[in-house]
């Protein structure tokens, strides 16, 4: 009985580290500008609430300077979900203190689509 009970966890725990490695496999096809980031200065990630409602978000390498509107352009074209991000984040083997998340209005659109009802500590707080 033993024996069957080990079997069936080793198989489960299979299961389960596979799944985890296909997802993470998918989330690097999907968005390869967001793995292999330079991390010296850590990676901003940038959120913002699309007109739908759904918050998106991109990441870059950390930088003292200012971003361009091409630099967050190009975030928006190829948006990740906050699930997705947070994903791709635990591939990084560093601390959250060298996650910067910075709130934006939404790149492409010309209105200020700001988030509303939520403050900058909330938005973190949807990534831990």
């Not at 990630?45 to 978000?57: A, F, K, L, P, S």
């Not at 971003?67 to 074209?77: H, Q, R, S």
């Not at 560093?94 to 010309?110: A, E, R, T, Y």
Request: charged share 25%.
């Amino acid at each position: 009985m033993k024996k069957k009970i080990l079997t069936v966890s080793i198989i489960v725990i299979l299961v389960l580290v596979s799944v985890f490695f296909a997802a993470s496999g998918h989330l690097r096809t999907k968005y390869p500008e967001y793995y292999n980031l330079d991390t010296f200065k850590g990676i901003e990630v940038y959120v913002w609430q699309n007109e739908d409602g759904e918050y998106r978000c991109g990441a870059m390498s950390g930088t003292n300077r200012g971003k361009t509107i091409e630099e967050l352009t190009a975030l928006e074209e190829n948006s990740a979900s906050i699930k997705e991000m947070k994903s791709i984040l635990a591939s990084y083997k560093i601390d959250k203190d060298s996650i910067i998340i910075i709130q934006v209005v939404n790149p492409l659109s010309g209105d200020e689509i700001e988030i509303q009802g939520i403050n900058p500590e909330e938005i973190c707080e949807l990534f831990w």
